[in-house]
């Protein structure tokens, strides 16, 4: 079966540019949900579910991810194909919680700019595509758009979010888990992980590739999402 409709759910300080190769290729209506209204998973995935089709494919990357698990978990019967990329089912780890904290901090006192530069390198991009400055510069444009309250409400949501390892078994439609093999956020381990517990997952490794994959391999990316919804 092929999809009709597609929700996009982008990763954390993200918006439609996440997407832009794919939207461009999948021929038919896409929705970029809205994921910066809400401090936790379950309002927002509320209120997305408000706003699409009654049937959709989805695609969620990073907090995307996360929030298309709590999709599935309120609305499985709407959910045709799901595509999980550079996403984590675990629960935040303690240490990382006061991380988050501190990063909310720092971006409320007005260091969201600094905050995105110093982690936007050497944690989100594979090796090749750190000095691709058209790739920076659209990736920093997006968080700050955004802006310091987006990325309070959002660190909320992830810093609070509930384990999502139950609740892989439990997905039945047809399934991509793709990722990066150099995501140092959410590691190749993870991925492997969701795929095995998953019953129709297909596992997709894209190389020369980190944390962003629908930007930095885009074409990829796109090849696959048309593969699994069948366009």
Not at 3 to 16: F, H, R
Not at 189 to 196: S, T, W
Request: glycine letters at 4%; one cysteine or more; aromatic letters at 4%.
């Amino acid at each position: 079966m092929s999809a009709s409709n597609v929700l996009l759910l982008p990763g954390m300080m993200c918006d439609e540019r996440l997407w832009a190769h794919q939207i461009a290729a999948i021929g038919v209506p896409t929705h970029v949900a809205d994921t910066g209204k809400s401090d936790n998973f379950k309002e927002m995935a509320a209120q997305v579910l408000a706003e699409a089709p009654p049937k959709f494919a989805m695609a969620g990357l990073s907090m995307g991810g996360i929030l298309a698990f709590e999709i599935w978990r309120q609305a499985p019967g709407r959910v045709t194909h799901l595509a999980l990329l550079d996403t984590n089912p675990y629960p935040d780890a303690p240490e990382k919680k006061q991380v988050r904290f501190e990063e909310i901090a720092m971006a409320a006192s007005g260091n969201l700019h600094r905050l995105a530069v110093e982690s936007l390198k050497p944690k989100y991009l594979a090796k090749k595509n750190r000095d691709n400055e058209n790739l920076l510069e659209t990736i920093l444009d997006m968080a700050l758009q955004l802006g310091p309250e987006v990325f309070e409400r959002q660190s909320l949501a992830v810093l609070n979010r509930r384990d999502s390892m139950p609740t892989l078994p439990t997905i039945s439609c047809p399934t991509s888990v793709i990722c990066g093999r150099e995501d140092a956020i959410c590691p190749v381990r993870f991925h492997q992980v969701m795929a095995d517990q998953i019953a129709d997952a297909t596992l997709v490794i894209i190389d020369e590739c980190g944390h962003l994959s629908s930007m930095e391999q885009p074409a990829l990316v796109t090849q696959e999402l048309l593969r699994l919804f069948a366009l």
